[in-house]
């Protein structure tokens, strides 16, 4: 069974900075996706970014093109953990972020099979 614990959202004014964690355990083979998704009330969870996990290497995936040349997804692999790092925060970044796993793909909610709690982000103008 894989368990994904996400921390680090909290409330920051617009312009700010924050770092979303995600610790993951139990087996996910040798080649997997790591994403985070955010969703708002009322709306569909839509896609952030991901990162595909191999044995050695970690590959980033097209960001979504509201995050993109703000938010950085990086994995350290010692902690077993992914990492969104999120700059120049705007009031429209207001979400529950959710990190997922899964092995068929990255882009697509469907495409994940586990998931964590979520962690609330909230930009304030």
């Known amino acids: ?26 087996r996910l083979g040798n080649s997997y996706y790591m994403g985070w998704f955010r969703q708002t009330p009322g709306k569909e969870r839509e896609f952030v970014a991901a ?20 938010f950085t997804i990086s994995v350290d692999n010692a902690k077993n ?14 979400a529950v972020y959710f990190c997922a796993a899964g092995v068929r793909g990255w882009g697509t909610v469907r495409e994940y099979d586990y998931w964590g ?9």
């Open 1 to 26: 069974q894989v368990q994904l614990v996400e921390s680090g959202g909290g409330s920051v004014q617009a312009g700010g900075s924050l770092r979303l964690s995600c610790a993951a355990s139990g």
């Open 51 to 70: 990162i595909r996990r191999t044995w050695s290497v970690a590959y980033t995936q097209p960001y979504a093109d509201s995050v993109k040349g703000r």
């Open 81 to 94: 953990t992914v990492y969104l790092q999120m700059n120049s925060l705007k009031p429209d970044d207001t």
């Open 117 to 125: 709690q979520g962690t609330q982000v909230t930009v304030s103008s």
